[in-house]
């Protein structure tokens, strides 16, 4: 059964918010970026509500929402010690955004190029392997962005290997 | 290190970001929905939203790489009204003045400056310009084709929706 699509902004994103927060935390490890996330993202939401209001079922603006999240999650993880001007984010919680994952200094490049190739991957392969990172299982990812579980896999593995490519690529040029 | 192991390491890196991610979505903190909806009414109507301010710094990169820079000399006109819109263009530097003819007389109707997108019916195939957009000052641009400005909005969902704002015409031509 397919529910109808949402026809304002807000109760569209109230319905939707535990997951656009979940995206947020477990993509940026705190509280204020992941509030910094959600509110750009209602934002931007706002912004092209028109669009969003055109889809025919609650699934496909899920789905939209999602890739928004997504971006502007991605946003944050390419540019944790960027200067911003949002309100009242406390600065001093800002280290977790791009911690090592174990704690080693070359973990922490190998993350920040790893994050800069995810943001470059085609739409699909984005939200997927992003979502993947974010801790979502194949099922939870083809719900969310309203897809068969099969095209999940496909587009993991395609961004697997874009991600290979690209990555291999850069270190020869930073080592040559 | 060989050299098939190269570039592969994010497959690991991947596998330990999913699980820090499970781990982090079972100890979720409490958010307030009301919070984050009403500050973004508040950064909207606060009128900080111009077009190159909204778009993200990865969105901005792909904008740049389809679009092409254009340098406009004071006086020089970017777009006449009644031609067809075949593209957009973002003002980076300068300011333009964007007129209508009315009663045979070019009459300014507003001003746009750095950040600001001009001919938003090049968003969409078809159109004419509904305006004459005139260069003030020495004006730094990005020009996009509508096709690849179709493009760029489907790749990037975030982009805001121009094509949508401009069905309401000011003198209610369609």
Known sequence: MQQDPYGDAESLFRAFYHGVVRVAYSLAGNKADAEDIAQESFCKVLAV?????ALRTAAEQRAYVTRIVINEALRVLRYPYRKRESLGTGAGEREAVDDPVDGKVQARDDLHALWEAIAELPEMRRAVISLYAAGYEYEEIAACLGISSSAVRSHMSDARRQLSRTLSRERKVARG | ??????????????????????QRAGALPEFDAGKT???????RDAGAVNFWNVLSPTERSAFERAARPRTFRPGSVLMREGEPAEGVVVILDGRVRVCLSEDGRERAIAERGPGDLVGE???APGNVRSATVVALGMVQALV????????????????PDLVMKQTYDRRGRP
């Open chain 1, 49 to 53: 509500w028109t669009r969003i209001a």
């Open chain 2, 1 to 22: 290190m060989t050299m098939g192991a190269q570039g592969d390491e994010h497959r690991e890196i991947l596998d330990r970001l999913h699980e820090r991610g499970r």
């Open chain 2, 37 to 43: 909806i009403s500050r973004a009414y508040a950064v």
């Open chain 2, 121 to 123: 019916r090049g968003t």
């Open chain 2, 144 to 159: 996009m084709e509508t096709a690849d400005y179709v493009a760029f909005v489907s790749e990037y969902p975030g982009v």
